[in-house]
């Protein structure tokens, strides 16, 4: 898990380069894209019981 002082020290990054509010919701909705993206392709390998782009053992 991701420390505190971690998620900190990416958020005072990322504030210095926010010029706007809409920055801070491009960055949000590229992050939760993310997120998803990440969660999904976990949840389809450990479905299949393979990682993306290995054939499977029969």
Request: proline residues 2%; glycine residues 4%.
């Amino acid at each position: 898990m991701t420390k505190q002082t971690d998620i900190k020290k990416l958020a005072e990054q990322m504030a210095g380069s926010m010029k706007s509010f809409d920055d801070i919701k491009d960055f949000q909705k590229q992050l939760m894209q993310s997120f998803i993206d990440t969660a999904l392709e976990a949840e389809m390998e450990d479905h299949l019981g393979y990682p993306k782009h290995e054939k499977a053992d029969m």
